[in-house]
């Protein structure tokens, strides 16, 4: 592959993940009986089919199955083939309720008894906010899902007890309830438990990223939990390739999408990670990644999962201003949030880089020869530049792990394909005041690597952009531990300038390579060194090494 494709890769990423492998495609299995591993939960299923038109009494065949596993479940509690009748029974009630739309959150639901009178059946909501009640989401046993696609790794599943769930809310923007919400639609994963209290029974829905165990009858079992299923059911149904190539080529739609969000309920006890994805991606990337570090026990019990998404066709100081608003924000809205780890892939790492950088007036001399207040900018001009040359290390950053990260720029982006691509990659600030007002007093230097507009993220790969070579000579907050995890091919090369380089196939050893880290392991993969099952093994280790800080 000669350096020109590969630059028409780098600039082209977006475009050529839509036409690959989907990101993640849902195989739903419909029959029951397809579900079994057990003769008893076999039985069960081809009753049910059979069934068919009575599902109220296909209701109280799963309650009397459940009954009966957890019956003698309590008398032998390390038989896994009695947890895993009971887990499937469990399963098929939910089924049930979700097909049939009932509502046992408001009024017990009666179902014959082959045992004795019917049972009455409830759901106790999980959670005490009115926009997260059941009757807001869509439940569907997990075991009925089977995933495939481009960012679907091994299936993350916890044994235990309890019918994991995938649950699923779109009849709210819960964007607009909560800033800091996953999206407008949130996919979450909950397990499912049925307590009996004589022919009462309770649906207990319980988080298995907030409680490691479960007690039924009095024992104390391992909570069942599938960590892969939501996000992987998000990936299927949300349109995130066509985020990634306007937020690209036509960052001013995004602009104001700019957002810091989290994956799970907000807990005080756990200590945040936030993932920063890279040009031509969104937080989808990271998506194997989160997956794999919740099958950690010890992740699970200490971590938190946040991602920043970002309209990548800005020019990643902008971005990185952002950023540090929002952080801001969390940072009063939640006052006893702990120190975060803060995890980017590529551009996403030189945001990173900029959350631990004091810049001083170091970046605005560079640009300009007059200090803010003597320049008369307006007010949207001034805190555009000032955001992005004017800053002091974040605070609340406990560590942070670059990925790839491109921090001296790529040479791939001063080509001739590079320079296309930077001619074509959107830039919302060109078309307004801010691009005159900025060049008008400019010193003649940075006037003359304008191109006739403001930089956008290409043009801040150039290895000799202003803003990439004076942020290197600045040094990183001290007392905050970073880690670096570099892409290598395989194909040799040499670490500094002299040719050929070792490289990832997109950015080379020299830009990603900081002195100082506290540890460097090098991946061999490209560029996607956080999805090579190494990369996700080191950011794993780093994160458990900060726990013993």
Same mark, same amino acid.
């Given at each position: 592959?000669?350096?020109?494709? /590969?630059?028409?890769?780098?600039?082209?990423?977006?475009? /050529?993940?839509?036409?690959?492998?989907?990101?993640?495609?849902?195989?739903? #299995?419909?029959?029951?009986?397809?579900?079994?591993?057990?003769?008893?939960?076999?039985?069960?299923?081809?009753?049910?089919?059979? /069934?068919?038109?009575?599902?109220?009494?296909?209701?109280?065949?799963?309650?009397?199955?459940?009954?009966?596993?957890?019956?003698?479940?309590?008398?032998?509690?390390?038989?896994?083939?009695?947890?895993?009748?009971?887990?499937?029974?469990?399963?098929?009630?939910?089924?049930?309720?979700?097909?049939?739309?009932?509502?046992?959150?408001?009024?017990?639901?009666?179902?014959?008894?082959?045992?004795?009178?019917?049972?009455?059946?409830?759901?106790?909501?999980?959670?005490?906010?009115?926009?997260?009640?059941?009757?807001?989401?869509?439940?569907?046993?997990?075991?009925?899902?089977?995933?495939?696609?481009?960012?679907?790794?091994?299936?993350?599943?916890?044994?235990?007890?309890?019918?994991?769930?995938?649950?699923?809310?779109?009849?709210?923007?819960?964007?607009?309830?909560?800033?800091?919400?996953?999206?407008?639609?949130?996919?979450?994963?909950?397990?499912?438990?049925?307590?009996?209290?004589?022919?009462?029974?309770?649906?207990?829905?319980?988080?298995?990223?907030?409680?490691?165990?479960?007690?039924?009858?009095?024992? #104390?079992?391992?909570?069942?939990?599938?960590? +892969?299923?939501?996000?992987?059911?998000?990936?299927?149904?949300?349109?995130?390739?066509?985020?990634?190539?306007?937020?690209?080529?036509?960052?001013?739609?995004?602009?104001?999408?700019?957002?810091?969000?989290?994956?799970?309920?907000?807990?005080?006890?756990?200590?945040?990670?936030?993932?920063?994805?890279?040009?031509?991606?969104?937080?989808?990337?990271?998506?194997?990644?989160?997956?794999?570090?919740? =099958?950690?026990?010890?992740?699970?019990?200490?971590?938190?999962?946040?991602?920043?998404?970002?309209?990548?066709?800005?020019?990643?100081?902008?971005?990185?201003?952002?950023?540090?608003?929002?952080?801001?924000?969390?940072?009063?809205?939640?006052?006893?949030?702990?120190?975060?780890?803060?995890?980017?892939?590529?551009?996403?790492?030189?945001?990173?880089?900029?959350?631990?950088?004091?810049?001083? $007036?170091?970046?605005?001399?560079?640009?300009?020869?007059?200090?803010?207040?003597?320049?008369?900018?307006? +007010?949207?001009?001034?805190?555009?530049?000032? =955001?992005?040359?004017?800053?002091?290390?974040?605070?609340?950053?406990?560590?942070?792990?670059?990925?790839?990260?491109?921090?001296?720029?790529?040479?791939?982006?001063?080509?001739?394909?590079?320079?296309?691509?930077?001619?074509?990659? =959107?830039?919302?600030?060109?078309?307004?005041?801010?691009?005159?007002?900025?060049?008008?007093?400019?010193?003649?230097?940075?006037?003359?690597?304008?191109?006739?507009?403001?930089?956008?993220?290409?043009?801040?790969?150039?290895?000799?952009?202003?803003?990439?070579?004076?942020?290197?000579? /600045?040094?990183?907050?001290?007392?905050?531990?970073?880690?670096?995890?570099?892409?290598?091919?395989?194909?040799?090369?040499?670490?500094?300038?002299?040719?050929?380089?070792?490289?990832?196939?997109?950015?080379?050893?020299?830009?990603?390579?900081?002195?100082?880290?506290?540890?460097?392991?090098?991946?061999?993969?490209?560029?996607?060194?956080?999805?090579?099952?190494?990369? $996700?093994?080191?950011?794993?280790?780093?994160?458990?090494?900060?726990?013993?800080?």
């Amino acid at each position: 592959m000669g350096k020109g494709h /590969l630059t028409a890769v780098l600039l082209a990423l977006p475009l /050529l993940l839509a036409g690959c492998a989907q990101y993640s495609k849902v195989f739903e #299995t419909r029959r029951t009986s397809d579900l079994a591993v057990t003769e008893s939960q076999l039985s069960l299923a081809q009753t049910r089919e059979n /069934l068919r038109s009575r599902p109220i009494e296909q209701l109280g065949h799963y309650l009397d199955a459940a009954n009966d596993a957890r019956l003698r479940l309590a008398s032998d509690p390390r038989n896994t083939l009695l947890r895993s009748d009971y887990n499937f029974a469990v399963a098929r009630v939910i089924d049930i309720i979700s097909e049939q739309k009932l509502q046992p959150w408001d009024a017990a639901v009666a179902a014959p008894s082959e045992s004795g009178s019917p049972w009455r059946l409830r759901l106790t909501p999980p959670f005490p906010q009115p926009q997260y009640h059941p009757r807001h989401f869509q439940f569907t046993p997990s075991d009925r899902y089977n995933f495939r696609g481009k960012l679907v790794g091994e299936r993350v599943l916890k044994e235990g007890l309890g019918a994991p769930l995938v649950v699923a809310g779109k009849d709210l923007d819960y964007v607009k309830i909560d800033k800091f919400a996953q999206g407008r639609n949130v996919y979450y994963g909950l397990t499912a438990v049925i307590r009996f209290h004589g022919r009462d029974c309770e649906v207990i829905l319980q988080d298995p990223l907030d409680k490691e165990n479960v007690t039924l009858d009095g024992r #104390t079992y391992p909570v069942a939990g599938d960590f +892969q299923g939501p996000l992987a059911l998000a990936l299927a149904e949300l349109d995130m390739h066509k985020r990634e190539i306007l937020g690209l080529f036509k960052p001013q739609m995004f602009e104001q999408n700019a957002r810091l969000a989290r994956l799970q309920p907000f807990n005080p006890g756990k200590i945040p990670v936030i993932f920063i994805h890279g040009l031509g991606n969104s937080p989808a990337t990271w998506a194997p990644v989160v997956e794999f570090l919740r =099958g950690d026990p010890l992740i699970r019990q200490n971590y938190q999962f946040w991602f920043f998404s970002y309209p990548s066709g800005l020019p990643y100081p902008l971005s990185a201003a952002m950023l540090r608003r929002q952080l801001a924000e969390i940072r009063k809205r939640y006052p006893n949030l702990k120190d975060a780890v803060v995890i980017g892939h590529s551009m996403g790492g030189m945001i990173s880089r900029l959350l631990i950088t004091d810049s001083g $007036m170091k970046l605005w001399n560079t640009y300009f020869d007059e200090p803010p207040s003597a320049i008369p900018f307006s +007010q949207k001009t001034r805190e555009v530049m000032g =955001g992005s040359l004017i800053f002091k290390p974040t605070p609340g950053i406990g560590r942070v792990v670059f990925v790839s990260a491109s921090h001296r720029g790529s040479e791939k982006a001063v080509d001739f394909w590079g320079r296309l691509g930077a001619a074509v990659v =959107g830039n919302p600030l060109t078309q307004d005041t801010v691009y005159k007002e900025a060049i008008a007093h400019a010193k003649p230097a940075a006037q003359a690597r304008t191109r006739n507009r403001l930089p956008n993220s290409i043009d801040m790969l150039d290895p000799a952009n202003l803003f990439v070579t004076t942020v290197n000579q /600045l040094p990183l907050k001290p007392g905050v531990p970073y880690h670096s995890l570099i892409g290598d091919r395989g194909r040799g090369g040499f670490l500094d300038h002299t040719r050929p380089n070792s490289s990832d196939g997109i950015v080379p050893y020299w830009s990603s390579h900081m002195e100082g880290a506290a540890s460097e392991r090098v991946i061999p993969s490209g560029h996607w060194s956080h999805l090579h099952p190494l990369g $996700m093994v080191e950011i794993n280790r780093i994160l458990l090494e900060h726990l013993r800080k």
